[in-house]
C-alpha cells in the first residue's frame, strides 16, 4: 500500500511539473508576443540603419523628406523639397520632426496652426520608413 501512495504521488508530481514546464514555455511565448505587438502600437519600432526618402502631401503640395537612421533609432530628418507649401506654414510644422525624434516614432500629434503642413511632414516620414523597418 505504501508503495502505491509512492508512485501515485510521483506521477502526480511528474503530470504537475510537465503541465507548469508547458504553461513557462507558452506564458514565455504570450509575452513576447505581448511585447511586439504593445511596440506596434506604439509606433516604436526597430528601423535598419540608412537614409530613406519619402513624400507626403501638405498644405501646398507634396513634402519630401529624408531621413537618417543611426543605431537602429532615427537619427535625423531633413525636408528635402516643399516648394509649394506656404512659409509660415512650413516652418511652423518643423516642430514635428522634432517630436517624431524625441518619440521615435511617427505618432506625434501634428502641429496646431500648421496641421496641414505637420501631417504632410508626418506622412512623409512614414513612406520613407516603410522600408527601413526591421
Do not use: N, P
Not at 91 to 113: C, F, H, L, N, Y
Request: charged share 20%; hydrophobic share 45%.
Amino acid at each position: 500500500m505504501k508503495h502505491q501512495d509512492f508512485w501515485a504521488g510521483m506521477v502526480s508530481l511528474c503530470i504537475a511539473a510537465g503541465a507548469l514546464g508547458v504553461y513557462q514555455v507558452h506564458a514565455f511565448a504570450w509575452q513576447e508576443q505581448k511585447v511586439q505587438q504593445e511596440s506596434v502600437a506604439s509606433g516604436v519600432v526597430s528601423y535598419a540603419d540608412g537614409t530613406y526618402t519619402g513624400s507626403g502631401d501638405g498644405f501646398g503640395g507634396t513634402i519630401t523628406v529624408e531621413v537618417t537612421v543611426t543605431d537602429h533609432r532615427l537619427a535625423a530628418i531633413d525636408i528635402l523639397e516643399a516648394d509649394d507649401e506656404d512659409t509660415a506654414y512650413l516652418d511652423k510644422a518643423r516642430q514635428i520632426i522634432d517630436d517624431m525624434i524625441a518619440a521615435q516614432s511617427t505618432e506625434v500629434d501634428t502641429i496646431s496652426g500648421a496641421t496641414f503642413s505637420s501631417s504632410g511632414i508626418q506622412m512623409a516620414v512614414q513612406t520613407a520608413l516603410e522600408g527601413a523597418a526591421e
